[in-house]
Structures are given as C-alpha cells and as structure tokens.
C-alpha cells in the first residue's frame, strides 16, 4: 500500500484551518471581535487556492490504493469550492454578526463543509465519496439552521436534513448495490469490472446505478427530487442559500460526472432517456415556478432548479461533448450565483431579510454599485452577451446540438426566454420603482463589496475572455482519463 | 462430544451459580456492613426457632421469601408486557457478562484440557461492552412500563447516565488492550502472570531492582485506566455515590417505584449480580485475574530465586481461591463506597462523566501510545 | 435440512415477524422494542456467518447505543399511540414497497449465488483482520470519518446550545 500523502494537501490545509478557527474561537471573550476568525479562515482558504495551483502544475497520481484522485479534475473543483467559500465568508461577515449567529462555527462549518466537498470531486472509492459528501452535508444542514432566532431557518433545516437523510438512505442503498454487483466500491476496479463483461450485468447493478441517480437528482434538486429546495433555500441564512446553490451543488455534479459519467459510462444507455426527461422538466418546472415568485430570494431557489436542468443537459450528452460544457458552465454559475446571493446579503436589516421584488425597488438609486452589479448577475443569468451566463449556455447547447440531442438545444433556449421575465424583473424594480429597502453602504459592509466585486468580475471575465478557463475546463475534463 | 457439552454446561451453571450466590450474600453482606459502618446492629429479627444466624435468616430466607409472596402490582395504566420483560432485561445482561470471564486457568482432567472459562471468545472485551450495553433497557423500559412520573425521571436520568459512563469505561479499557495487545480476558489474565522485570524496556533498566520484582499486573501498568474503570464500573452499577436513577430522597425509588415481589427482587438481584461483575471485570484487568503472585503453571518461581513445585490440582484450587477472594474484594469495596459517601447532583455526575473521566481516558490512551513506541 | 439453514430460516422468520411488528405496532415504545429485536436477530445472524466481531459491534452500536438513544427520545417526547394512517401516502407507501419487492424478487430468485461465499478461516471477522483491513486499505475512509464524526458533533453543539 503506497502512502502518498500529497494530494490530500488542498483538504488538509482546509480541515486545519477549520480546526484551527474552532480552537481560536474558544480563546475570544464573549462580546470581543471575532474578525479574526474571518480572517484566518480566508488565509487559509487563500493558501488552499496556491497549493491546489501548485499541484496543478505537478504529476497527478492517486493515493491511498487509488482511493483518491487528485487529478485536474477535482483539482478544478476544488478551485471552485474554495472560491465559493471564501466568496461566502466575504458576503457573510457582516451577516451573521447582524443576526447574532456563532461566528466562529459559522465559519468552520463553511470550511468544514469545503473539506467534504474537495475530498467528494477527488474520491475514486464510492466510500470515500460517501463520506465526503455526508461530511459537506451535515455541515451545511447546520449551516441552514444556524439562525436560530429566526423560525423559518430552523424548519429549512429540519426540512434539508430529513430529505438529505432520505437521498443518503437512496445513495448508500445504490453503492451497496453495486459493490454486491461488482465486488468492490473502488471506481477503477468497477470500471474495469464493466468494460470486462459488457453484456451479463446483474440487475442489481442497474438497480444499484439507479439508486445512484436518485441520490444525485436529490442532492442537485433536479425535478421530481426537489420540492425540498425552495423552502430550504428561502429560509436558510442568504449566505449560507449561495454555498449551498453553487458549492453543493457543484459538488454533487463532481461526483456524478466522475462515478455516472465517467466511470460507469458503460451503463449509459440505460439512464438516458430518464436523464433526458429528468432535464428538461427541472428546467421548464424550474423557471415556471420562478416567474410566479414574489421573493427574489425563493425566485433564484427556483432559477437555481432551473440551472441544474441546463447543467444535466451535459450529463446526457455523455462523455465525449458533455465534459468541457459541464465544468465551464458550473464555474461561470458559481460567479454569477454568488454575486447575486452577496447582493441579497447586503439588503437585510436587523434581523429581517429584504428580499422582495418590492424591497428591491428603486435600489438603482440608492446604491449604484450593488444595483449595476445585480443588474449584470440576472443578465448573466438569463443569459445575455457578452456575460459568463451566455458563453456558459453556449457551449452547454452546442454540446447538445453536436452530439444530436437536438430537441434538447432547443428546450433550453426556449428556456432561457422564458427566464428572461424573472431576472428582467428584478432590473425593473431596482430602476423603475421606488421606496424599497436601503441596503447597506459601502461602509457599512465592505466586505460584501468586494465580494460582488470579485463575483462581478469573474461574470464579466468569463464572458468577454472565456478561452482561458474554456482551455482549463477541457484539460481538467481530460484527465479523467 | 456428549462429555464436552458436559463440561461447558457444568461451567456455566457453576458461573451462573457462583454469581447468583454472591449476589445473595452481598445482600447479607450490606445489611450487616452498613450497619457495622453505622453502627447499629441490623438485620436481626427474622429467626427460626430463636436462631437469627447473624441476620442470614433474615437477607437470605425472610428477604426472598416475603418478596415472593407478595402481590405483584401492575400500575392499571402501565405497559403490562413491558412491565414484565424489564426485569428480565435487567438480570439478564449482568447473568450472561461472567461468562467470559475466566476464573482460573486450564485444570488438566487426564488427557483432557479445560479452560477455566464458560466462553473464550477472542472479542471478550467486546462482548462485555455489547452486554453491559443492554443494561439500560431494563431500566428504561421499566420506567416507561410503570406509566409514573418518579419512574419515568428515574429511566430518563438512568439512560443518560448509562450511556455517558459507558464512553469513558470503554475509552478507559483501551489503554489495558494496548498494553496486553489482546481482547481475550483469559489471555490478559495469563499475561499478568509475568514480571515487571520482563517487560521493563532497557533505558529503563535502573529501576528493575526497585519494582521488577512485581508481578506485570494492570494496576502496576495502567493505574489511571483502574481510576477510571472503577469509577465507570461503579456509575454503571447505579449505586450511591451514583444512584441518581433511584434517588429515594428525590424521586421516591426511581424507576422501579412502581415494582413489588418477585419482579422488584429481579431488579435488586441484578444490582447485585451487576456488583460481581464488575468486581470480576474489576480482578481480571487489572488485579491479576486468577494469578497468584509468582504461582506458575507448576508452582511459585519466586524473583529473588528459590522455587516451590505444587501437584496440579492444588495450584488451580490456589487459582480459583484467589479468584474468588479478589472478586469479594472488590464487592466489599463497592458496598463500602455505598455507605461512606454522599449522593451526587446529577450535573455534577455528568460533568464527571463527560468534561473528567472522558478526556483523561483520552489522554491516557495516548499517553499508553507514546509509551508503547518509546518502549519499543 | 441441515442445522445451519434450519437455524437461519427460524431466525430470518423471526426476524421478518420483528420487523412487521416495527411497522404495525401503534406504540411507539413497542415499535422501538421490536425494532431492537430485529436488531439482536441480525446481530445473531452475524455469529452463524462466523463474524462473532460484527455481531458484538451490532449489539453495542445499534442495539446499546442507537436504540437506547431513540428510547431517550421517545421518553422525552412522550408522544401517544399512532393514529391509523390509511390515506393516499399509505397508498404511496405500499406502491413503493410493492415496486422495490419487483425489483428485489426477481434478483434474487435469478441471481445464482456462490455456495459458500467465504471461506471462513479461523482469523475471518477477527479484530486482527478487521484492523488490518481499518488501517491499511482503508485508513483514508477512516480518517475521513473522524472528520465527519467532529463535523457532526460541533454541529450538534450549535444547534442545542442554549443562546444567552
């Protein structure tokens, strides 16, 4: 057995940062500042980010029997995760001082939640997998629940772990399945197990794939799984609604592309005409619901629905067109996502969230900035040029359209219309109303500036410049190999 | 094979026998400390015929009889199939423990070889656990079979209570398994048969002249593990200083408020078999098992030379005593500690539990660790 | 019928009994107890496989540990007998179950299973295996399990620590 612990670098370096943020918190007073916090999980995260840089560039192997992949594709993820966290501590500062929640857990569960999610995109070991993603779990059903003066975030909670528990029971379920089937949970092993007999499979191995799919179809809130999500989204603590929207939801696309459609691609033609449906109903369900929304908050939940449509679309392509669209699509929504959640952080007040069409009116006016910046997020969102949303739609149709999945294309645009209604909303209310909410002042929350910053430049980037991170997406995708 | 069967039958009904004895005579055994300790003259008025026998008249004949003969209530409103089951779930756990645990060596029959021990599983350890695990029900379910609010309390405190001592003494055995490198009591009972001196690493050879000469007991090796064990093993027990479960000043008596007759003398006979076992799980960690010091297989090897050979069966006979005298031991000690100290509150025992015994078991498994590697 | 089949039908009956009772009983203390039942039926299965290991650890974590803490519960909540539930999610339900039994029946009656899937050698389901195995193959899983044991107890913390 070999022990190469390199490539547990990245998760290590995260889960000591959590560790060490737990430990610190303990040693601050009641009533001192907890910046500090903040900070130390941000270097931390920022160190994460360089090592993962610096792996990049070295031999990718696995380690641990082949039980953990570090190759370019999780390595991609993992830039996403990070970057996802460390954008959510920005937007949250502020946040959870105002509405009095545990800082110090609050950001260790962040950090806690990006170990499980690093150490899912790199598992080639369905236990493994497992584990992450009960670990990235658990910490974000807490997370959901962390407001505990406000009602509604404790039901999300309640609400996110009973269906979470039931997608796990589907999860460990189909993983047991399979390794009676194939007589190991390693992927390789079970790869190497399918392409050995191409024909004879158990039926328990299909029904074992299939148990797999459900689970992932929970955990991505795809439809018919995801009544749970707009009420989880809505009551969950808004910062804690975009980690959950952009990471998890990543994270669960990692794996599925790893085990589903890489590994076990040998099944594939079983799962495509589901998968198809599976699609094309998250989408249209997605941005139906979405239109009908009086809260922006529960109208990006719903939109969200709709984004893990476009994003299966990939999934049912296939290996060949479905990999470069898949990852880039996933990094250019994660800007978009958490630029757009940031901005919803900064319009609380007190204890009370503002995030109704009309609390939003006439926001254009009172803080440029923020309104501009919403503004770009919903035109990415819904897909305009020259934004990341529109090159990210791009590819991801014309991967549909090259593999001949043609109706799929052409669902989606019609998609896309139709969301166009919802997102232009929130652009006629900042602009054309008046008398909302005030939101927050730059110095009044700084730190939730430069996260929409950051989030607004990588939309705008994404969009004008795509070639780089197109050219990144297609090498992380190949490594897979 | 018919013979083997025979045999292990024989040893269990020995061990169960043996148990269930002591567990008697314990009951004689408190009336009369507790009264020496408080000075009265205790249980002395059952009689026959004038004779009150030191009061084992009264504990043994009197006691059972008037509890067999009373009526057994079940409260109108109360689970009547539960109610009857959780004495059985409380005796039985403390039964089925002793069967691991070995009380002497192989006794050599002729040709036959026999192991002093009704089950020798290579998980002993592990099996304890499992059953002292099941003890809870007894209590919770007897609580919630009663169908009164004293009983219920009592189960509440009792589970809690059960569960949190559970984690320490498990944690606290650690240290013994890494030391012995076994599960198997009759093989951590056989390896306490060395020398320190065999053990002792060689940077530390100076102090062999000092304690060499003791025998490789788990007292000698693990004593913080024997402070926590014993405090665990007892709390597990449910006795003062840890009978919040009972509680007769607060909660009248706890879960079995609502017990009479035979059912209610299950549960005190499970107290008591549950005294024994501890006090036998108490001997064979850490005080030796069936050792005697320097006895051998054929007879004392002492350290500072000078050999005594002894015919076979005396050995085991000296083995079994041993046994047998070490575990009384430890059950007088156990009834000492119920009559000499005060009830604690019940945050009190959980901060004893979880923020004391918990993290001190902890670092004595590390400790144990690092000691392993620096011994090596 | 030789004795190890007789014994593993008699405790697969039981054990199907037990957990119908689980499902149908209206109390749900007795839910809980025939569900510790199944509990101990299965660890006993454990010990006719020869995994004397499994078998102890399923009493001590399922039936000790898991089942204790869901009676702890139960007691607190205190909750009375079960309304009878024959409503369109009962119909769910048993579509559900019928479908799985679809699934499962099939598969198993087609499926020729080995004769003697392991060969029980005299360390098989030892600790000493088990650990070897724990340590060496698949010491990543199990560190990531502490990881995920810490994440679930400060997340436990969070949400029942009493606020000031």
Known sequence: ?481 | MIVDLAIITLKAVLVVAMVLNLAGVLGWIERKGSALIQDRIGANRASIFGFAGLGLVNTLIADPLKFLTKEDFIPPKGDRFLHTLAPCMALFPALVTFAVIPFGDVLNFGERVINLQVASLNIGILYVFAMGSLGVYGIVIGAWASNNKFSMLGGVRGSAQMISYEVAMGLSVIGILMVYGTLELQDIARDQGTLIRDLMPSWLSFLTPIVGWLPAWGIFLQPVAFILFFTAAVAETKRIPFDLPEGESELVAGYHVEYSGGKFLMFFAGEFAEIVTAAGLVTTLFFGGWQVPYLMRDGFHFPWGGTLLLPHLLIVLMQVTAFTVKVVFFCWVQILLRWSVPRFRYDQVMRLGWKMLLPLALLNVAVTAIWIIAAQ | MDTASFIFYLLATLLVIASLLVVFLRNVVHCAMALVTALLLIAVMFVTLHAPMLCVLQVMVYAGAIMVLFLFVIMFLNPGALEQQRGLWWGFGTLLAMMLAGVLVPLVATSDLPADPVAATELFGSPEMLAKSLFSDYVLPFEIASVLLLVAIIGAVVLAKREN
């Open chain 1, 1 to 481: 057995m070999d022990v190469n612990l390199v490539p547990l670098l990245p998760a290590v370096q995260v889960l000591v940062t959590a560790l060490v943020v737990t430990l610190r918190d303990l040693f601050i007073k009641d009533g001192e500042s907890r910046g500090v916090l903040a900070f130390y999980s941000l270097v931390g995260l920022g160190l994460a980010a360089a090592e993962v840089f610096f792996l990049l560039g070295g031999r990718q192997e696995g380690a641990f029997n082949d039980s953990y992949m570090l190759d370019r594709f999780a390595l991609f993820f993992a830039l996403i995760f990070i970057l996802a966290a460390a954008l959510t501590i920005l937007s949250a500062i502020d946040y959870v001082r105002q509405t009095g929640m545990r800082e110090g857990e609050f950001y260790a569960l962040i950090l806690f939640a990006t170990v499980g999610m690093i150490v899912m995109a790199a598992a080639n070991d369905l236990m493994v997998f497992f584990l992450g993603l009960e670990t990235m779990s658990i910490a974000v059903y807490v997370l959901t629940g962390m407001w505990r003066s406000n009602g509604r975030s404790s039901e999300a909670a309640m609400k996110y772990f009973l269906m979470g528990a039931f997608a796990t029971g589907f999860l460990l379920y189909g993983i047991a399945l399979i390794y009676g089937a194939t007589g190991s949970t390693n992927l390789a092993q079970i790869s190497a197990y399918l392409l050995d007999q191409p024909s004879e499979w158990p039926v328990y191995l299909i029904g074992g794939g299939f148990l797999l799919l459900i689970g992932f179809a929970f955990k991505v809130g795809a439809v018919p799984f995801h009544f749970w999500v707009p009420d989880v989204y809505e009551g969950a603590p808004t910062p804690v609604t975009g980690f959950m929207s952009v990471a998890v939801k990543a994270a669960a696309f990692a794996a599925w592309a790893r085990i589903l459609l890489y590994k076990l691609s040998p099944l594939d033609n079983d799962w495509v005409f589901p998968l198809w449906i599976i699609a094309i109903a998250t989408m249209t369900l997605g941005n139906l619901l979405a239109i009908t929304q009086h809260s922006i908050k529960r109208m990006l939940a719903y939109s969200s629905i709709a984004h893990a449509g476009y994003l299966l679309i990939p999934i049912v392509v296939g290996v060949e067109w479905g990999g470069l669209p898949l990852l880039f699509y996933l990094l250019a929504y994660s800007f978009m996502t958490l630029g757009a959640f940031a901005v919803l952080t900064s319009m609380t007040e007190g204890d009370e969230s503002k995030d109704g069409y009309s609390d939003f009116a006439g926001l254009g006016f009172k803080r440029p900035f923020l309104a501009l910046a919403m503004a770009l997020f919903m035109l990415s969102l819904a897909g305009f040029p020259p934004l990341a949303g529109f090159t990210g739609k791009f590819y991801v149709f014309r991967s549909a359209v090259l593999s001949g999945h043609l109706n799929l294309a052409i669902i989606g645009v019609l998609n896309s219309l139709l969301s166009v209604i919802f997102y232009l909303r929130v652009i006629v209310a900042m602009y054309m109303e008046e008398g909302g909410a005030a939101g927050k002042s730059f110095r009044q929350a700084p730190f939730v500036y430069i996260a929409v910053a950051i989030a607004l430049l990588g939309t705008i980037y994404l969009g004008i410049l795509p070639a780089d991170a197109l050219d990144w997406s297609r090498r992380a995708f190949g490594s897979l190999e």
